[in-house]
């Protein structure tokens, strides 16, 4: 989990420093125009006097330069760790993408399966995915049976309504996937005794493959 920790971080500090470029940059101007080089700013042309000094100019390269070296170095470090997760995934058999950055993403034979999101509906949950053929057209199954959600208590549910592209059952469904065409797909669950808002796993009973999504938020 300190992986997942320091991969969120750097990312963090990515953005930031990406940010925080353009505003260093203006901020050095205005200072090196007001306090150092006695010059006014020159930031619509003419009208506002001369451009800074060469002196200036060389800082600012300077800076940009540094700043994308970090920038750069950043990036490699996510790469890393980024594929130091991959590697506990793989080591621990957990799904693919659990905890990197693909996260709530599962592939296999060709076919992706991506997590969109959990809708919370007075007492129903619905709960999106996206699946993605890959390779050569073929059938795909989902079954209500076997179609669960647990929440972090325990508790299980199970689904009372699965749909498929234009297609819905309370039992099964079936589609033909064609490579490279996304399908939209849902099951539906209806809360017991009382409501939580994360669910510990999601598990969609595909036909010849068992989907599992854990720590999944309800919205």
Do not use: W
């Amino acid at each position: 989990m300190a992986l997942v920790f320091s991969l969120k971080k750097t990312g963090s500090i990515i953005v930031g420093v990406a940010v925080a470029v353009p505003v260093l940059f203006l901020s050095y101007v205005l200072l090196d125009s007001l306090y150092f080089s006695k010059q006014p700013i020159i930031l619509f042309g003419e009208y506002f006097g001369a451009p800074p000094s060469s002196e200036t100019g060389n800082k600012l390269t300077e800076l940009v330069r540094q700043v994308n070296e970090t920038a750069e170095a950043l990036k490699t470090e996510s790469e890393v760790l980024k594929s130091q997760v991959i590697a506990f995934e793989d080591e621990r058999n957990i799904p693919e993408g659990t905890f990197s950055g693909a996260r709530h993403y599962y592939e296999e034979s060709g076919v992706s399966y991506r997590l969109n999101r959990c809708d919370v509906n007075i007492d129903f949950i619905t709960c999106h995915l996206v699946v993605i053929n890959k390779e050569a057209d073929k059938e795909l199954g989902l079954s209500v049976r076997g179609t669960r959600l647990f929440s972090e208590q325990g508790d299980e549910l199970e689904s009372n309504g699965i749909g498929m592209g234009n297609e819905s059952d309370d039992y099964s469904v079936s589609k033909l996937l064609l490579r490279n065409v996304p399908i939209k797909v849902f099951s539906r669950f209806q809360f017991k005794e009382s409501r939580f808002d994360r669910a510990a796993a999601l598990e969609f009973h595909f036909r010849d493959t068992r989907v599992v999504f854990r720590s999944v938020p309800l919205v």
